[in-house]
């Protein structure tokens, strides 16, 4: 072959290459574990995302759950220190600050204990849940110690990925590696629809095994905090926690009535309620909201 022939082949090998390299799926992104101290889990390739600004609220401004709050300060502060401590399972009325708590706990006990090392939260969304066990690999190996957080966890009539839940958390052969500890938010006690246990009752051979079966998942968790909807004190009071913190200045009357009108129109009261309305008034008052 002529070395013309022999060039042209050569640019040739080099597209297919090139063509053959951009069908291959990218790299996994290394992890750094140290990068962050919250990180989101992408399934798919498999990678922790690191969180830089988490969106969360200072502990203090979480009010109405004085209760629940101290139990999962706790929980999490015997956790972060090698202590035994439980999975949690936090449920009940929504918009009263589960999902909030959590990240604030996390924020105060990280800010607050004598720790060697932070205390890491990990956020895995609902539909990945049956990837746990990948997640679970990865992390057991680790230094830290890691909350791993499902916000608004429930499963529906045909999905089975509750089974891969159970057996990470307590079911399986090797069991939650002792550095790895999972929250969970819900509405639902059970994390089933109440329609799904009850047709199970009712077309079971066995219907108390049948219920069984589907109820044993909340049954991993060791803590179950509930969450009920506030007074009317109780949701003022979360107006002004959050007034006086952002520095915003109303006539202490204007903002009671203001509140309360806010809460009817809404038709509930709680602490997503009261955080909106503050944001209308800060909005209307021409300020910015502190972080």
Not at 193 to 221: C, G, H, Q, W, Y
Not at 222 to 229: C, N, S
Not at 243 to 264: K, M, S
């Amino acid at each position: 072959m002529t070395d013309s022939t022999i060039e042209a082949l050569n640019k040739k090998l080099d597209r297919l290459i090139e063509a053959v390299a951009r069908l291959a799926p990218p790299p996994v992104p290394e992890t750094d574990l140290g990068g962050a101290d919250c990180f989101v889990w992408q399934a798919d390739p498999g990678y922790l995302e690191p969180v830089r600004k988490v969106n969360r609220v200072d502990i203090g401004l979480i009010r109405g759950v004085d209760r629940v709050r101290d139990i999962l300060v706790d929980n999490t502060e015997r956790f972060a220190s090698g202590y035994a401590a439980n999975n949690v399972l936090l449920w009940g009325a929504r918009g009263m600050g589960k999902s909030s708590l959590v990240k604030a706990v996390h924020a105060a006990v990280n800010a607050s204990a004598k720790l060697d090392l932070p205390l890491k939260l990990i956020e895995i969304h609902r539909e990945d849940i049956d990837t746990l066990p990948k997640l679970m690999a990865l992390l057991k190996a680790a230094p830290y110690r890691f909350i791993l957080f499902c916000d608004d966890l429930s499963f529906d009539h045909d999905d089975t990925s509750y089974k891969s839940l159970k057996a990470a958390l307590e079911g399986g052969v090797e069991g939650r590696p002792a550095n790895v500890i999972f929250y969970a938010t819900s509405n639902r006690r059970h994390l089933l629809p109440r329609d799904m246990i009850d047709n199970e009752r009712s077309t079971a051979i066995n219907p108390s095994e049948a219920v069984e079966e589907k109820v044993s998942l909340s049954d991993r968790f060791g803590l179950w905090l509930g969450f009920h909807k506030c007074s009317q004190d109780e949701y003022l009071d979360m107006i002004d926690g959050y007034v006086r913190h952002h520095g915003l200045a109303i006539d202490p009357e204007t903002l009671r009535a203001e509140a309360l009108e806010w809460a009817t129109t809404r038709g509930s009261r709680s602490g997503r309620v009261a955080w909106q309305y503050t944001q209308d008034l800060a909005g209307r008052l021409g300020k910015s909201l502190q972080d």
